[in-house]
């Protein structure tokens, strides 16, 4: 079954541990004959495979994906220490959803249920996980522990991201990278979670994500956007009106008369981040609302594995 034809069996309970797990399950059983063959609590995580070891172990589902041999090697326990971060400013609220939509479909609600889905599987392997959110201040911090009681705690406050204040909140991802990076200490995989609406200083906002990367930390950028409205500029040919949601500022055009240099700007600037994200060793990955969360599950277990 799809992942997301479980998710709309389910979406009803809005319960966003029972989401997570349905979409970890779904990924694994479609990586594996039965839903946890190869996958239970006792397995740790993929290494590279080396020439001349027992191809026993190597798990072709995962070649398929990403062209590389991996075997699953098998732990009682594993010491990845994992920081989930979340930019939840306004523009992370967009597009406003209609009452038939699922609450993934927007750009939080996205962030909110990948990040579950992560911690679902970081709790299967015995790994650590911690939380910062922020906006334009930094609302929330949790650092990385393993207990059932965390998890809770970083659950409950990732339900609580999906309500929309109604006050505008701006980006300020440059301030609160730094003091998220001053407060992760020992060494973590990093996984953010923003749409890099940040205005200003470019070169300031890519010496922040290279500050995440003291004391040996890996980074996963996951650049979360709404491709038809935000990438394709994908609307019909009446007058709009076009809001900015951290200012409030308000543009009345044809979206025809713009569509093609915005799309080339925005084009240019997903290039630009790309490129600077390879050249500081920053894994850069696009993901559009609505999507499902394979493209998260699969980034994470290849970068896990070159973590050690």
Not at 285 to 297: M, R
Request: charge should be neutral.
């Amino acid at each position: 079954m799809k992942i997301e034809s479980q998710i709309e069996k389910i979406s009803s309970f809005q319960h966003l541990e029972l989401l997570a797990n349905q979409v970890v399950e779904g990924f694994i059983s479609g990586m594996h004959k039965s839903p946890f063959h190869g996958f239970s609590a006792e397995f740790a995580e993929h290494k590279v495979y080396n020439p001349g070891e027992s191809t026993k172990h190597i798990d072709w589902k995962l070649f398929a994906k990403t062209d590389r041999l991996y075997t699953k090697r098998y732990e009682e326990e594993t010491n990845l220490r994992c920081h989930l971060i979340i930019d939840n400013s306004s523009s992370m609220h967009y597009p406003k959803l209609k009452d038939s939509q699922l609450f993934y479909e927007n750009k939080i609600g996205f962030s909110v249920l990948a990040s579950a889905v992560l911690m679902n599987l970081l709790k299967k392997q015995r790994d650590a996980v911690g939380l910062s959110v922020y906006s334009d201040s930094y609302e929330y911090y949790a650092p990385e522990k393993g207990s059932d009681r965390h998890h809770r705690m970083i659950l409950n406050k990732l339900e609580s991201l999906l309500e929309n204040s109604k006050k505008p909140k701006s980006t300020d991802t440059i301030s609160f990278l730094h003091q998220i990076a001053e407060k992760i200490h020992r060494r973590s995989m990093i996984v953010l979670f923003t749409d890099m609406f940040q205005s200003g200083d470019e070169d300031a906002l890519f010496t922040a994500l290279q500050h995440l990367k003291h004391n040996k930390h890996k980074i996963v950028l996951f650049h979360v956007i709404d491709e038809k409205t935000e990438l394709n500029f994908d609307f019909d040919a009446a007058p709009r009106k076009f809001i900015d949601l951290e200012s409030g500022e308000e543009i009345n055009i044809f979206a025809d008369n713009i569509k093609e240099t915005y799309e080339n700007q925005v084009s240019n600037y997903f290039k630009k981040v790309a490129i600077t994200c390879a050249q500081n060793k920053i894994k850069y990955v696009p993901v559009s609302v609505g999507a499902n969360f394979e493209k998260i599950l699969t980034t994470y277990l290849v970068e896990k594995q070159s973590f050690g």
